[in-house]
């Protein structure tokens, strides 16, 4: 026991000084849009943010029962985020009888005896704070570690989410009442008004259900936006599309016509849910093929074109133990087209446990950055595979001209060129850059004559002063649009391949799930994940 108190009091002085320092320093932006950025001032800031729960039955931020808060925030901060989409409920800012409760309360109104006590013991301060204090130093402690905090409304009534017929999912629902709403969205946008660490508010979490309807969309989203938007014209207001944040591709022949002064962002999300996983490990390159334009069809199209807004991914995830396969080949197919889009992001999500989801105490969450008991990342190699989407890659003052670098989505990193002219895989913040390719043609070392090129069937490629010859232009060779043949002396297309899980050496090998015309074998059983390569092209 001594010894605990020893380690809280050393603590205390650092981190006393500390909320001095960032008293007066900190360094959250006031953010705006500038064409499909999010930017301050002139500067474009890249939202890449991870979700935190806070809108389940308890109202109470997950993961208090098991460490400090303080603790918590530096964590999202350490594991590579720079912002949270921070969930609420309609109901935690409209009813008092919600608002007003005391964390103890609400954790003994669901018998939730282990969390309190590990509350007690964590963050003893919060116990009697009422629900809507909570929220609010929850924020302040995350601005404290210099995180943008976008605000989420989730549901209406506290609850997991979402269901089609859970009473949440579109106005004129049982729990989802659009004055209610408009109450709550005033009340957060003025509660949280000049508060530094907040950005924006995303404001309403997936849109579903029978009721859903175009027209009331157009109608509810600009009354909702105004509403925000007259309260703390400061905000990024983020709207999200219908079938579960799914579509936005009505926007396309109808434009929202609304005017926020560069404060509006879209926001979609993507999963596979509902897609059959033996598509994913049959046809792998063709189901890619298939969600990636689903993805730009219904909501990446708002990145291009004459008027383009900021599209912030605010869902995506899977079993972070990667033991679902279909997961697997979905996340490296998102990830290839993620970075070369170069939009906002938030990571579906923190928490590596629940104190209550649909009636389950202690819930682990395999979706969860944290372990089940917070201790650390479940899979720390998962986040490095995020570095290619944390990073910017594209900035719309930038007078650079455009490079490309060669990304490998499977192993997260990217393609740089060792000293013997061999190609190998590296973190993608150093990765080499390559001029713009066309397909069938050279990919030439940008600032050089030399080019990649293929060596015999297993071979290390490399890059040469051949930049003419077969071996050096490279083809599309699947549907997905990620593998990359060029043909050996014999005629014969070989793809780049990561040579073995533990190597980051590139080789030439069979192009894996083509026939012999390159098009999609009509079933695969081998995994082509290997040679998927990605050129993201990049302006900073
Ligand atoms: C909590 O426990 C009490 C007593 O065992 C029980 O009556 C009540 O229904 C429980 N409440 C919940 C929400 O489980
Ligand atoms: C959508 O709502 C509008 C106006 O509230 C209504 O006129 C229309 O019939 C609805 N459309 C559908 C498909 O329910
Ligand atoms: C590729 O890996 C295999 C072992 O899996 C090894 O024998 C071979 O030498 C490697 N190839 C290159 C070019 O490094
Ligand atoms: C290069 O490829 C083209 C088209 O496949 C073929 O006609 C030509 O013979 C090849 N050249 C060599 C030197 O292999
Ligand atoms: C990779 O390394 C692990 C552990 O070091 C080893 O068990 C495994 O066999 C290696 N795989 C290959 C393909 O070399």
Redesign the pocket.
């Known amino acids: 026991m001594e010894g605990r108190r020893m380690t809280i009091n050393k603590a205390i002085i650092p981190l006393f000084l500390f909320l001095q320092f960032s008293a007066f320093c900190n360094s959250v932006p006031q953010l705006s849009t500038n064409s499909r950025f999010i930017v301050d001032g002139t500067k474009r800031v890249k939202l890449a943010c991870v979700n935190w729960v806070s809108h389940l039955q308890p109202m109470i931020a997950e993961g208090l029962e098991k460490k400090p808060l303080s603790h918590i925030a530096s964590k999202i901060a350490e594991t590579g985020f720079n912002c949270v989409r921070f969930t609420w409920a309609t109901f935690m800012f409209t009813r008092p009888d919600y608002y007003n409760l005391k964390v103890s309360d609400s954790l003994e109104k669901y018998n939730l005896t282990a969390a309190k006590t590990g509350i007690a013991e964590n963050n003893p301060g919060i116990l009697s704070m009422r629900i809507l204090e909570l929220h609010k130093s929850v924020v302040d402690e995350l601005g404290r570690n210099n995180l943008m905090v976008v605000l989420d409304n989730h549901v209406s009534r506290p609850d997991w989410c979402c269901g089609d017929d859970d009473g949440n999912g579109f106005f004129g629902d049982d729990n989802f009442d659009p004055t209610e709403w408009l109450q709550g969205l005033t009340a957060v946008a003025r509660a949280y008004k000049g508060n530094p660490a907040v950005v924006g508010m995303s404001m309403r979490n997936e849109l579903r259900g029978k009721r859903q309807n175009e027209t009331e969309w157009y109608k509810y989203m600009q009354e909702g936006a105004n509403t925000i938007h007259k309260e703390s014209p400061d905000f990024l207001v983020i709207i999200s599309g219908l079938s579960y944040d799914t579509n936005l591709g009505f926007l396309r022949t109808k434009p929202l016509p609304l005017n926020l002064n560069n404060k509006l962002v879209y926001e979609a999300h993507w999963y596979t849910f509902g897609i059959s996983a033996d598509r994913w490990t049959a046809q792998t390159n063709n189901l890619c093929a298939v969600v990636t334009k689903m993805a730009r069809d219904n909501y990446l199209f708002l990145t291009t074109g004459d008027n383009p807004f900021p599209l912030f991914l605010s869902e995506f995830g899977i079993d972070q133990r990667g033991v679902n396969e279909a997961e697997n080949r979905y996340i490296t197919c998102l990830l290839a087209e993620v970075a070369e889009k170069d939009i906002d992001w938030a990571l579906w999500t923190f928490q590596g446990s629940y104190m209550l989801r649909q009636g389950t105490v202690n819930l682990e969450e395999y979706f969860g950055v944290m372990d089940v008991n917070w201790d650390g990342p479940r899979n720390p190699g998962y986040l490095d595979r995020l570095q290619a989407i944390r990073q910017m890659n594209q900035d719309l003052k930038s007078n650079h001209p455009t490079y490309y670098i060669i990304f490998h989505p499977q192993s997260g990193q990217c393609l740089q060129i060792g000293k013997a002219n061999n190609v190998f895989l590296a973190n993608c913040k150093t990765a080499t850059r390559w001029d713009q390719h066309q397909d069938g043609g050279p990919i030439k070392l940008a600032g050089s004559p030399r080019c990649l090129t293929v060596a015999g069937d ?3 490629a490399c890059v040469s002063n051949d930049c003419s010859g077969n071996g050096s232009k490279w083809k599309f060779v699947s549907s997905s649009g990620l593998q990359l043949g060029a043909q050996n002396g014999q005629g014969k297309y070989l793809c780049l391949e990561k ?2 899980s533990n ?1 980051t ?1 590139i ?1 030439s090998k069979k192009c894996l799930c083509v026939g012999d015309n390159l098009d999609d074998l009509a079933t695969c059983a081998e995994n082509p994940l290997v040679q998927w390569f990605k050129l993201v092209p990049v302006n900073v």
């Open positions: 297993g071979g290390a040579n073995n190597s050496v080789v």
